[in-house]
């Protein structure tokens, strides 16, 4: 079945340094690859998906590249700033050719990120 | 326009009671889907409608769970004889007419079974 492994937190980081949390997958064929962010006291919210192999995510400053070769989403931002924290879920949507079990979303543990001014 | 809402935000029941969730969708929303977080873990599928039918139930755990959207539209994830293993974060999504569109999430009701 599809899975997605994701690098545990808290990760602490000071403003303005460079971001990078891992997140790799198990899935047949081509999945879709999302990140979700999940800041304090609110819901998921979408922040940057990618449909097929080499597409590039972005939003926010936050980038992501759908790696097929390595299985591969890891979630990337230049520089953070103390409204970056929050819980980040990397996730996968299998194929729309795929049978049952497809349709919902595969998220991994979450990521919480902590930026310390 | 308003989001997806849910209803009880929190909810506190003993062991072997029955439950109700409720989730409105955002208006137009054809597809609604059931999540079930657990402490420390990420969202886990649970059922997945499509209108007024389940599509892809295969996420539901066992025969206590169970789900109805009627009209279209609100839907009622039902448990039976909670257990406390059913303690979670149950959150619900809609998107606007399947697995090609963006789910957006409802701020989910925190069920605890004592």
């Known amino acids: 079945g599809n899975s997605v492994t994701q690098m545990e937190g808290p990760v602490t980081l000071s403003e303005e340094a460079f971001l990078t949390i891992n997140c790799t997958y198990t899935a047949t064929g081509y999945p879709s690859l999302f990140w979700y962010v999940q800041y304090p006291g609110e819901g998921l919210q979408l922040l940057l998906k990618?449909?097929?192999?080499?597409d590039k995510g972005s939003n926010k400053g936050f980038e992501a590249t759908y790696r097929k070769e390595t299985t591969s989403f890891h979630l990337e931002k230049g520089s953070v700033q103390v409204s970056d924290s929050a819980v980040y879920f990397c996730?996968?949507?299998?194929?729309?050719?795929?049978?049952?079990?497809?349709?919902?979303?595969?998220f991994g543990k979450g990521t919480h990120l902590i930026i310390q001014p | 326009g308003a989001g997806v809402s849910q209803t009880p935000s929190n909810k506190v029941t003993e062991k072997g009671k029955y439950v109700e969730l409720r989730c409105d969708p955002i208006?137009?929303?054809?597809?609604l889907y059931w999540y079930r977080q657990s402490l420390g873990q990420g969202p886990e599928f649970l059922i997945y409608f499509q209108g007024t039918g389940a599509a892809d139930d295969s996420g539901l755990p066992n025969d206590r769970f169970f789900a109805v959207r009627p009209e279209g539209s609100v839907s009622t994830l039902k448990i039976q004889r909670t257990e406390r293993g059913d303690s979670a974060v149950y959150l619900c999504a809609s998107s606007l007419d399947g697995r090609a569109n963006e789910q957006f999430f409802g701020p989910g009701t925190r069920l605890t079974v004592l």
């Open positions: 208006s137009g929303h054809t597809a």
């Open positions: 996730a996968l949507r299998g194929p729309l050719y795929s049978g049952g079990g497809a349709d919902g979303l595969t």
């Open positions: 990618a449909t097929k192999a080499d």
